[in-house]
């Protein structure tokens, strides 16, 4: 019997892998391995649901069985990759051993957790799967549809203000919540914005309501009732803040000990070359859990979906360097709608304001490199992409 390709992880970049090499191979057997359920969900949805007033069951786009059936994929759901072992072509599974004729890594990243004091420092939650957004969403709707019929108005303790954590307070703040961020850098999204521009964002989500406490970090957090909040939440500098839930978004990291047991070449991300392709022969490597030729982490949606297409015609016998043409993202504040467009990192240059909503990076030579637009101005993104060099 032909060895089937082993696909490891039912995010996005799994799915995507799988679906984009059945446009172009109908028979090849795929095994599909996860440790989650297989459900498919669009991971970007969860730090809007509230405004939308969607739950963990809205967000649940189609069940993991109809997407193995209309993909034509076996699904191996709830199990877990303990070990590869790339000699004899095999993966070592709570469920047993699969052997594979080409293997994908589509594992991901995982939150990134700082040691914390306090005897509520485990109740500390962060968001980056649906199963994690179902826990978020119960603490703060007392199991209601929406946070504004749940018995109090609840509190949120944001710990990061990147675009993730900015995302978050828009949509909770939006949504009658009470909502504190608080960040060691000086400003709001510092490593991705326009200083200027990172101002606007820090005064419009100010606007709505948004505590900002910049400079400064959670230092522990310890059950006690407060006035605003069941947990005590203490900052570095000595402050202490009142919360329901403290929710951490403090980035994310791709847990590297798996392949790293394998052998493969392991950096930010397990790397891979312009094909995908890891260190070890047959097997390939994609999405927030990947570092790409150029050396770059790009945990982002498009840059899944260029990846997905190029792996799949090379593992269907084509092969085929993935090319990322500049990737745009959009960053859900709608108090202060976003694209940025950075410059590859390590570029050198500056930012400056053309007009108003637009700014440009450009380079020593003058080269414009990244762009930011805000408000109506993000309607141009094509434009100004066309512009970067
Ligand atoms: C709240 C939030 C909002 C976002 N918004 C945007 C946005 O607006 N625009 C944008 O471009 N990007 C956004 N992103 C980023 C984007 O969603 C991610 O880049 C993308 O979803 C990552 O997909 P993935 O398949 O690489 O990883 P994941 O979705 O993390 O999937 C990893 C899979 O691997 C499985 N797995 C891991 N280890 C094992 C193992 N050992 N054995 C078996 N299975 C395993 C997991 O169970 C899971 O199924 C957002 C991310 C978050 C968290």
């Known amino acids: 019997m032909q060895n089937p390709i082993v696909i490891i992880g039912a995010g996005l970049a799994g799915w995507t892998t799988a679906r984009e090499l059945r446009k172009l191979d109908k028979t090849t057997p795929v095994l599909l391995i996860t440790a989650d359920s297989g459900d498919f969900y669009a991971k970007p949805s969860l730090s809007n649901a509230f405004a939308q007033k969607r739950g963990p069951a809205q967000l649940l786009t189609t069940p993991a069985a109809s997407m193995a059936a209309s993909q034509n994929v076996t699904l191996q759901a709830h199990t877990r990759v303990k070990a590869i072992h790339t000699a004899s072509q095999t993966v070592h599974t709570s469920a047993g051993d699969f052997t594979y004729a080409k293997l994908v890594l589509a594992t991901g990243a995982q939150p990134i957790r700082i040691p914390m004091d306090g005897d509520a420092a485990s109740a500390v939650l962060s968001v980056n799967s649906l199963q994690d957004f179902s826990a978020f969403h119960e603490r703060l709707t007392d199991g209601q549809e929406s946070a504004q019929t749940a018995a109090a108005k609840r509190h949120v303790v944001i710990m990061g203000a990147g675009l993730i954590g900015c995302e978050f307070a828009n949509d909770l703040i939006g949504s009658g919540l009470a909502v504190t961020v608080v960040d060691p850098s000086a400003s709001p999204i510092a490593a991705l914005l326009p200083p200027g521009l990172s101002e606007e964002l820090r005064e419009a989500l100010a606007k709505q309501g948004v505590a900002w406490h910049f400079g400064t970090t959670v230092q522990r957090v310890d059950h006690g009732a407060m006035t605003g909040g ?20 403090i980035g994310l990291r791709a847990d590297l000990s798996l392949a790293q047991a394998a052998g493969l070449a392991c950096d930010r991300g397990i790397v891979v070359d312009a094909q995908l392709q890891t260190s070890a022969a047959n097997v390939y490597a994609l999405g927030d859990g990947a570092q790409y030729a150029n050396g770059r982490t790009l945990p982002y949606v498009m840059p899944i979906m260029h990846a997905g297409k190029a792996l799949a015609a090379t593992l269907a016998g084509q092969p085929t360097p993935v090319q990322f043409p500049l990737m745009p993202v959009a960053i859900k504040t709608p108090a202060l709608p976003l694209v940025v467009a950075p410059a590859a990192p390590g570029t050198v240059g500056q930012w400056s304001q053309s007009e108003p909503g637009v700014w440009l990076f450009a380079d020593t030579d003058h080269v414009i490199k990244g762009f930011a637009l805000s408000g109506a101005q993000t309607s141009r993104r094509a434009e100004l992409a066309k512009q970067v060099v």
């Open 230 to 249: 069941a947990l005590k939440v203490q900052l570095d500098n000595g402050e202490v803040l009142a919360a329901d839930v403290v929710l951490s978004a």
